[in-house]
Nanobody, 121 residues
Framework: QVQLVESGGGLVQPGGSLTLSCKASGSGFALANMGWFRQTPEKDREFVAV???????RYADSAKGRFIISKDNAKLTMYLQMRSLKPEDTAVYFC???????????????WGQGTQVTVSS
């Protein structure tokens, strides 16, 4: 069972960059399909990016060209590199691990506690 802890959130100006980390503990990280999702008080949790156990990636349209998801099995860590950030990227970002490679948040059984990203001048 994998446990997840996010870090790296914070306040950044529009156009800035931020890298989120998701540190895993427990067994199974190398074979886990994982993803980043985000949530605001106004919206349900939404898909941002996912990475399969073997490195296949998918991105939400809002993230394409600006965000990069990656997974370092040696460090038991998943990353989300974000650049050209916009105020609408403001949200709590969650990392998740699951058995299926999917963009559906409900298919992921393990979640971190979330990290706040605020994009504001």
């Amino acid at each position: 069972q994998v446990q997840l802890v996010e870090s790296g959130g914070g306040l950044v100006q529009p156009g800035g960059s931020l890298t989120l980390s998701c540190k895993a503990s427990g067994s199974g990280f190398a074979l886990a399909n994982m993803g980043w999702f985000r949530q605001t008080p106004e919206k349900d949790r939404e898909f941002v990016a996912v990475v399969s156990w073997d490195g296949v990636t998918r991105y939400a349209d809002s993230a394409k060209g600006r965000f990069i998801i990656s997974k370092d099995n040696a460090k038991l860590t998943m990353y989300l590199q974000m650049r050209s950030l916009k105020p609408e990227d403001t949200a709590v970002y969650f990392c998740a691990a699951g058995g299926r490679f999917t963009i559906l948040s409900g298919e992921y059984g393990t979640w971190g506690q979330g990290t706040q990203v605020t994009v504001s001048s």
